[in-house]
């Protein structure tokens, strides 16, 4: 079995693949990152949560991740004046997200892929194009430049949202392919807090912080050794200051002074980072088929690439492996009727959270900032606290739920948030009201609004 790409997704399954006994070599077009520094403008850290954590569970190495997380137990909001508020993902306290090191990651999986006898990992090798008719693959070697093929069972193509095997797909006109990409009108640069002198935090540690800015923000992850990840997320065009027209080192500080006073005193360094790190679209890739024939496959972002904002990107491909790994415990006839029962399965979901994170996108740089979405916060959370077995909020749902599926998560998790926001704007609940009463006026109304919601789409029953 060949797969291409030996990101988080590819080593993954190349290490699952490997438990089960399959024969797998693995091909990656960069270097090895045990061995070379590449995080170049890639997102350094991530946010790792349940559903990542219960592909860490089948594989066996969850606590050799857990040495590698720093909890973060909500969102640390910073206003213009430099005032924060901690806002929790939960109001049950063993709910929390993680920043972990993406390099860090990648590497302990490739470490267990490659104790695997029948584990083969290549660098340095570029996937140029597939074959899908005969199952070969066109490859070249970054120093040489030599150029050769490989034919295989099966390929499983975990390349990423530039993905070789999708481009073939697209390109080679064997059959009906759809494909989108949709690109944000905005884009992200990479910044940093270095950690003080003597390697502690400059702030909180334990938070994913927030500077939201109505059209654009600023967010920081920690790292282990007291720095944080910094991302500017600004549109590349649109408003008074944008990636186009930020091109001095005085015009960067005037924007970090007047909308970010607080992170500029964290961020001397703010300006080196700037000029040295480039910016970066945000997009969306929703494909389908993700498969053809029997043999070869799209799995993690080559299969549904989306934007940063629910912290699920890596989640959800993980979760294509345990998705995965799931269809192969049925040991159905062949490879096509596997991959045909993975997607059909699968991409319901890969679709739902593609839609959640460009929602979240909204509600990070605009709406945590406005008194009714901070209001439904505290509701949400004194719910949880009060009634931990009889509501979870739809961050919890999409977050912390890992049983079930990112489709369901959203549709329940949106009625929610609509019915607590149409009763506190008219007044029929309020912070202060009885938390059962509150409880009992949400759950009706969630009810109401799912079957308003299956009557519009399926008609009167």
């Not at 990992?121 to 150029?147: G, M, P, R």
């Not at 935090?201 to 992850?221: C, Q, S």
Request: aromatic share 10%; proline share 3%; net charge negative.
């Amino acid at each position: 079995m060949l797969i291409i790409g030996a990101g988080l997704c590819g080593s993954l399954l190349a290490l699952r693949l490997g438990q089960r006994g399959y024969n797998v070599t693995v091909y990656e077009m960069r270097p090895d990152l045990r061995k070379t520094d590449i995080s170049a403008g890639r997102s350094i850290n991530l946010a790792f949560s349940d559903r990542g954590n219960k592909a860490m569970k089948l594989v066996g190495i969850e606590d050799k991740v857990k040495d590698l997380c720093i909890p973060m137990n909500g969102r640390m909001i910073h206003d213009k004046e430099g005032n924060t508020f901690l806002s929790n993902y939960s109001g049950r306290d063993y709910e929390y997200i993680n920043s972990i090191s993406r390099g860090d990651l990648n590497a302990l999986l490739l470490d267990e892929a490659e104790k695997h006898e029948n584990v083969t990992i290549h660098f340095n090798k570029k996937c140029k194009s597939v074959d899908f008719e005969n199952t070969t693959a066109l490859f070249q070697d970054y120093h040489t430049k030599n150029e050769f093929i490989e034919d295989a069972d099966c390929i499983i193509a975990t390349d990423g949202a530039g993905s070789a095997l999708r481009k073939s797909y697209y390109l080679g006109k064997k059959f009906l392919f759809s494909f989108s990409q949709d690109y944000l009108t905005h884009g992200y640069k990479e910044l940093s807090i270095l950690p003080t002198e003597n390697g502690g935090y400059k702030t909180y540690k334990n938070a994913l912080h927030i500077w939201p800015r109505g059209d654009f923000m600023v967010i920081a992850l920690p790292n282990l050794d007291g720095s944080f990840t910094v991302t500017l997320f600004l549109s590349y065009d649109e408003g008074e200051y944008n990636f186009n027209n930020l091109t001095t080192p005085e015009i960067v500080t005037e924007f970090f002074q007047k909308e970010f006073p607080d992170a500029l005193e964290l961020m001397p360094n703010l300006i080196e980072d700037f000029f040295e790190n480039p910016t970066a679209p945000l997009g969306t890739v929703k494909c389908s088929p993700w498969h053809y024939k029997g043999n070869t496959l799209l799995m993690g972002d080559s299969a549904h690439a989306i934007v940063p904002f629910y912290g699920q990107g890596m989640n959800a491909s993980f979760e294509d492996v345990v998705e995965f790994d799931k269809v192969l415990n049925q040991n159905l006839d062949n490879w096509e009727a596997t991959f045909e029962t993975y997607e059909k399965n699968r991409k319901k979901d890969t679709d739902a959270i593609a839609d959640l994170a460009i929602d979240n996108f909204h509600e990070m740089k605009d709406h945590v900032g406005q008194a009714i979405f901070q209001e439904k916060r505290k509701i949400e959370m004194m719910l949880e606290k009060e009634f931990p077995e009889d509501y979870s909020s739809k961050y919890s749902l999409v977050t912390f739920n890992e049983d079930i599926g990112y489709r369901e998560a959203m549709l329940k998790g949106r009625a929610q948030d609509k019915a607590i926001l149409n009763m506190l704007a008219d007044g029929i609940i309020s912070i202060s009201d009885d938390p059962k009463d509150i409880l009992d006026k949400v759950k009706t109304e969630t009810e109401a609004i799912l079957e308003d919601d299956r009557v519009a789409k399926f008609g009167p029953s």
